[in-house]
């Protein structure tokens, strides 16, 4: 069963819009205005912007294997039943210039996730089931969007989909969109409303605002609290929460403090929900991917279980 792009495009999570291209199907996580007012700020958030961060195909089938190409992108995965299945790493196919071998599925109706890369572009020039005899997209009842930084999006995870983001919204059964961005900081200018209409709200920024030379608390909180009205303004009838910056190695004692009560100050005048990073990930480097920051798979699976028992009690 080879699938039209129409088809394909009702299987599609996670994205904002999709143009069809020369070269095949291509999946934007964030709105146009977004991507021009992040790479407005620096070049350098290009390819965060347009990484297919959280964009995935969700279907129920009978297939007994997947085949497909993409012209661009790397890790592509593959859930079965809500168990990981495979990775492919398409770039090594491409320098071998051979197609993607069909991915073989075990027997029987199963529903699966199809994740593109959250590092890179992913683009589909076709998608296949092969052996279904159908094929039907997953809904569901309640929706939450992430927005934040690198962490949000993922950067330095082995596995796309163990990221935190990805691992609370398959555990907690919603449909999510990840507008995670390499670099993101509160810049009020980069806010808009993605084409997914959320239940929840999460927010994780910070991280980056301390980063930059020259910062200053006041500033920072200044451009979260402009931020934040943004958002305020747009979903101020739906479920907030503000995750303040995670334990970081790179930052004395002081500075972590200021940064989570300069992020949490601001959140609670606005009545949102805060969550204090200090308590969702451990104060140990061994889960970092690069000792200090980013977090490894494992890292994150810590992350996500701390965020999701949150949301359970909650």
């Not at 997953?138 to 962490?151: A, Q, R, V």
């Not at 509160?186 to 959320?198: C, H, K, Q, W």
Request: hydrophobic residues 40%; negative net charge; aromatic residues 12%.
């Amino acid at each position: 069963m080879e699938l039209s792009f129409d088809e394909i495009r009702s299987l599609v999570h996670g994205a904002d819009h999709i143009t069809e291209e020369e070269d095949g199907l291509h999946f934007y996580k964030c709105t146009e205005k977004q991507m021009a007012a992040w790479e407005a700020v620096e070049e350098k958030f290009y390819s965060g912007v347009r990484a297919t961060s959280g964009i995935r195909l969700e279907l129920e089938t009978d297939a007994e294997a997947i085949t497909f190409a993409a012209p661009s992108g790397n890790k592509f995965e593959i859930w079965v039943n809500g168990m990981f299945y495979r990775q492919i790493l398409a770039e090594e196919y491409r320098k071998q210039e051979e197609p993607i071998p069909p991915v073989e599925l075990e027997p029987g109706v199963k529903k699966i996730l199809f994740a593109l890369s959250s590092h890179k572009t992913g683009v589909l020039s076709s998608f296949a089931l092969e052996g279904a005899t159908f094929c039907k997209p997953i809904t569901y009842e309640k929706k939450m969007l992430f927005i934040g930084d690198s962490i949000t999006q993922g950067w330095d995870s082995q596995f796309d989909t163990l990221s935190f983001a990805y691992r609370t919204g398959m555990a907690l059964g919603v449909d999510f969109h990840i507008c995670g961005v390499g670099g993101g900081r509160y810049l009020p200018e980069t806010f808009d409303r993605v084409n997914f209409d959320p239940d929840t709200v999460v927010i994780a920024y910070g991280v980056n605002d301390f980063n930059r030379r020259g910062w200053d608390a006041s500033e920072i909180a200044k451009n979260a609290s402009d931020y934040l009205d943004l958002v305020k303004a747009a979903y101020g009838d739906r479920r907030v929460v503000v995750l303040t910056p995670i334990w970081l190695a790179s930052k004395d004692a002081a500075r972590n403090s200021l940064m989570r009560s300069t992020i949490a100050n601001v959140a609670k005048e606005k009545g949102f929900e805060v969550v204090d990073g200090e308590t969702l990930f451990p104060k140990n480097t061994a889960f970092y991917a690069d000792g200090y920051l980013h977090p490894n798979d494992l890292g994150f699976s810590i992350f996500a279980e701390r965020l999701i028992d949150y949301f359970r009690k909650s």
